[in-house]
């Protein structure tokens, strides 16, 4: 149990990282695809921008999403261990949709950007499985 709550947020903030990379990539394509030009150094700002800007608002609502999602995970790969992989990753990912789906039904908005197309909302879906597979590597010497 201690393991889990340790490995927990490593998980968290590397499905953070990478759905705001996701993010911030995605909407500068949106920005290239309109003829306007997107230097590598504009890239890499706008990056470690979002890296900090967005930690005050994503970071703590993937970290809610993830609270709920890896325990039913956890408890699902009691009776089905040989899936443990499959259930931490898809946790993951349906967190995220789940969190995106939630503020736009409760709030009327997107919380970020990228999400308003479906391939910016599958990306952040495959960050969230990225933060459970993550868990899953995290927590499996304690499952072996």
């Known amino acids: 149990m201690l393991r889990a709550v340790i490995v927990f947020f490593p998980a968290v903030l590397g499905a953070y990282i990478v759905g705001s990379i996701f993010a911030t990539q995605t909407i500068l394509a949106e920005v290239q695809a309109m003829a306007m030009p997107v230097t590598l150094r504009d890239r890499l700002h706008a990056t470690g921008h979002d890296l900090i800007g967005l930690a005050t608002s994503y970071l703590p609502l993937m970290l809610l999403a993830f609270l709920v999602a890896m325990p039913v995970a ?71």
């Open 74 to 144: 956890a408890g699902l790969s009691r009776y089905l261990p040989k899936a443990r992989l499959f259930l931490y990753g898809l946790a993951g990912a349906v967190a995220i949709l789940a969190l995106h789906l939630v503020m736009k039904a409760v709030l009327g908005l997107n919380g970020i950007a990228a999400v308003r197309e479906p391939l910016g909302l599958g990306l952040q879906c495959l960050a969230g499985c990225f933060g459970g597979y993550l868990f899953y590597v995290f927590t499996g010497r304690a499952h072996r």
